[in-house]
């Protein structure tokens, strides 16, 4: 099994810059793609950004927050990360860490996790 911590929401003012972080645990052959998504109040869950195992994120993006945040990892520390500069408002949210792991070798399917959710707060 594999377990998501997240961390670094909190509150911040419109034009700031908060860094998230997922840090995964477990037993995992390979975490393939990870993401993260967000849930505001009475919406839905909403792809935020993604990126592959080799680094891609192209057309990963969703188009509200292009140019303004950007997803990495760091494969060895099991970690994916969310820098998001020059939040609005509309950014207020649950985000929530997303991964599929492939838990052994030669494994047919892949299997999807989620972290417990992080606020994300910005005051106008």
């Known amino acids: 099994q594999v377990q998501l911590v997240e961390s670094g929401g909190g509150l911040v003012q419109a034009g700031g810059s908060l860094r998230l972080s997922c840090a995964a645990s477990?037993?995992?052959?390979?975490?393939?793609?990870m993401g993260w998504y967000r849930q505001a109040p009475g919406k839905q869950r909403e792809l935020v950004a993604a990126i592959t195992s080799g680094g891609i994120t192209n057309y990963n993006y969703a188009d509200s927050v292009k140019g303004r945040f950007t997803v990495s990892r760091d494969n060895a520390k099991k970690t994916v990360y969310l820098q998001m500069n020059s939040l609005k408002p509309e950014d207020t949210a649950v985000y929530y860490c997303?991964?599929?792991?492939?838990?052994?070798?030669?494994?047919?399917?892949?299997?999807?996790?989620w972290g417990q959710g992080t606020q994300v707060t910005v005051s106008s």
């Open positions: 997303n991964a599929a792991a492939t838990l052994f070798p030669g494994a047919e399917y892949e299997y999807d996790y």
């Open positions: 477990g037993s995992v052959f390979r975490l393939n793609t």
